[in-house]
């Protein structure tokens, strides 16, 4: 089993920053990408960024490009997301989630293999 713990949400005006963590642990023994999804209220859980196991290849929503950027510390099995120039519509809650099949990032939910329980983002206007 591995085990995702994030952590960094919180509430921010628009215009401000926050980064998200993401701890993993338990059994990881090989290379793996990661990935950020979240969930506004009444709508379904969409991608947000990924990253391969190098760090070389990442993947943006168009919502958030140039804005969010998605990075990784493999010595301590952590992922993050800075979100920069928050928006009111950026407010969801915000999940990683780890592709042990493969070392290079999707932006398909289904191929993502376990999750964290989420953390909250609320951006306020």
């Known amino acids: 089993q591995v085990q995702l713990v994030e952590s960094g949400g919180g509430l921010v005006q628009a215009g401000g920053s926050l980064r998200l963590s993401c701890a993993a642990s338990?059994?990881?023994?090989?290379?793996?990408?990661a990935g950020w999804f979240r969930q506004a209220p009444g709508k379904e859980r969409e991608f947000v960024a990924a990253i391969s196991w190098s760090g070389q290849i990442t993947y943006y929503a168009d919502s958030v490009k140039g804005r969010f950027t998605v990075s990784r510390d493999n010595a301590n099995n952590t992922v993050y997301l800075q979100m920069n120039s928050l928006k009111p519509e950026d407010t969801a809650v915000y999940y990683c989630a780890v592709d042990l099949s493969r070392s290079v990032p999707t932006m398909t939910e289904g191929a993502y293999d376990y999750w964290g329980q989420g953390t909250q983002v609320t951006v306020s206007s």
């Open positions: 338990g059994r990881i023994f090989s290379v793996y990408a």
